[in-house]
């Protein structure tokens, strides 16, 4: 099957850019927009641009969200400024890409691998932290509020939701979007977390590897959450349990319980 030409341009240069080259870029503009900071982005060829480039080169190419490829496409917003903001990212300088969630007026189904959680203003609290939590709204008809904070496997923080709103650290060894799924990598390349964002009310996650104050919290591929003790041994499993309460659904400290 031949590549179609719109595909390709005067050098024959494909626009699917190679997985290894993809993942150089998002690490050098911070896994988000460079001008703005937004993680829905898109990859930009700027130096050269694809009309003239022979090979994808990830010095020339910037992650830019919808809005800015837009802008720059249309001349609005000049190869310079583009390039500035690439000597200096957006995401670098401030830590984290970010995108608002849209979140409705009802109260938010969290998932946890295969556990469903409904109307638990703490879903996951350490130590008197709490790691997932939901808040009603500030006024009335106002969004449900969402808050998180994320690790991996080595204790160190990869991302949070700061009332609605994904932060997603710069310092990660990789993090994906596909479709409503954000996927964070760590280190050695393996799922840290996986996160699916079905709007307005629906939070899945998916896959979870994360450690906070020596516990240790893991969701499955086939769904199953297992917590795991500081001193290595397990706690509890939860396959397929659904909590609805007013308090908080997994308390882990001195007096660890689940309502």
């Given at each position: ?10 050098f024959g ?9 993809k ?7 911070g896994?988000?927009?460079?001008i ?6 898109q ?7 694809f009309?003239?480039a ?14 800015c490829?837009?802008?720059a ?7 310079s400024?583009?390039k ?23 109260f ?42 994320f690790?991996?496997?080595?204790g ?6 700061v009332?609605?709103?994904w932060?997603?650290?710069s310092?990660n060894?990789?993090?994906t979007?596909k479709g ?15 996160l ?7 939070i899945?996650i ?20 297992t917590?795991y ?9 939860l ?18 319980s689940?309502?």
């Amino acid at each position: 099957m031949q590549t179609s030409k719109k595909s390709v341009n005067q050098f024959g240069l494909s626009r699917d850019i190679p997985s290894s080259i993809k993942r150089e870029v998002r690490r050098r503009c911070g896994f988000g927009c460079v001008i703005c900071g937004s993680f829905i982005y898109q990859y930009h060829h700027h130096n050269p641009p694809f009309s003239e480039a022979r090979y994808h080169d990830p010095e020339g190419i910037a992650l830019l969200c919808g809005g800015c490829h837009e802008r720059a496409s249309k001349g609005l917003l000049s190869d310079s400024r583009i390039k500035k903001a690439v000597d200096k990212p957006k995401c670098l300088e401030q830590g984290f890409s970010h995108f608002p969630l849209d979140v409705g007026e009802n109260f938010p189904v969290i998932r946890l691998g295969s556990s469903v959680f409904v109307g638990n203003p703490t879903i996951i609290s350490v130590s008197g932290k709490r790691l997932l939590a939901v808040d009603r709204p500030e006024e009335i008809g106002g969004p449900f509020r969402i808050s998180a904070e994320f690790f991996d496997q080595h204790g160190n923080q990869t991302c949070r939701l700061v009332e609605n709103e994904w932060q997603g650290f710069s310092s990660n060894w990789d993090i994906t979007s596909k479709g409503k799924t954000i996927t964070v990598h760590s280190d050695n390349g393996e799922i840290a977390l996986g996160l699916r964002i079905i709007p307005p009310n629906e939070i899945n996650i998916d896959r979870l590897n994360m450690v906070y104050k020596g516990y240790r919290i893991c969701v499955e591929k086939n769904g199953q959450t297992t917590i795991y003790l500081p001193n290595g041994c397990m706690f509890a499993k939860l396959d397929s349990v659904t909590y609805t309460n007013n308090t908080a659904a997994i308390f882990l400290d001195d007096h660890m319980s689940f309502l």
